[in-house]
T-cell receptor, first 109, second 111 residues
């Protein structure tokens, strides 16, 4: 994903909040997904934003600004099990996902 | 009842061999995909099929040939394996235009 930029790694303590930013450039943008991937496992769906604004789903929220080519994933009340890679994936007009390299979140006690 | 299942989970083989990875989904999704995740963790789409029709074919060597006998199955055959083919291959499926559900991955090691 050379047109997708997200931090490589973030560290936070249990109970804290972490915000993972993602900027992207995609032709024919048609929405943005966030996936979680634990080491050695498959990516699992977290959220999907099509319109501008914030989507809240329990401890996880995702925000999108289409005009700025920007999204963030907010993880609240961090738990040890949230240690994983978080993948930002905008889609093009064909519905094809482009994955970023992922942000490795490390949660410490 | 695994939604997207792929086999084998691990595959170790010698250079030059031909191998296949199978994928099946029981979600009733129209679209299936093959992704490759390399050692740097980039997840890149290789192929996408919609109702057995090829709709996405990224720049992938023609040694890789997908086959979709029906919309619940998408298999990947790889000829003349090379060292650089070593990666984790994920099968996925989705309802049209929505997010993918991924299989557990096939870790291919070419020696």
């Amino acid at each position: 994903g050379q047109n997708i930029d997200q931090p490589t790694e973030m560290t936070a303590t249990e109970g804290a909040i972490v915000q993972i930013n993602c900027t992207y450039q995609t032709s024919g943008f048609n929405g943005l997904f966030w996936y979680q991937q634990h080491a050695g496992e498959a990516p699992t769906f977290l959220s999907y934003n099509v319109l501008d604004g914030l989507e809240e789903k329990g401890r996880f929220s995702s925000f999108l600004s289409r005009s700025k080519g920007y999204s963030y994933l907010l993880l609240k009340e961090l738990q040890m099990k949230d240690s994983a890679s978080y993948l930002c994936a905008p889609t093009d007009s064909w519905g094809k996902l482009q994955f970023g390299a992922g942000t490795q979140v490390v949660v410490t006690p | 009842d695994t939604a997207v299942s792929q086999t084998p989970k691990y595959l170790v083989t010698q250079m030059g061999n031909d191998k296949s990875i199978k994928c099946e989904q029981n979600l009733g999704h129209d679209t299936m995909y093959w992704y490759k995740q390399d050692s740097k963790k980039f997840l890149k789409i290789m192929f996408s099929y919609n109702n057995k029709e090829l709709i996405i074919n990224e720049t992938v060597p023609n040694r890789f040939s997908p086959k979709s006998p029906d919309k619940a199955h998408l298999n990947l055959h790889i000829n003349s394996l090379e060292l650089g083919d070593s990666a984790v291959y994920f099968c996925a499926s989705s309802p049209s235009g929505q997010g993918e559900s991924f299989g557990s991955g096939t870790r291919l090691t070419v020696v």
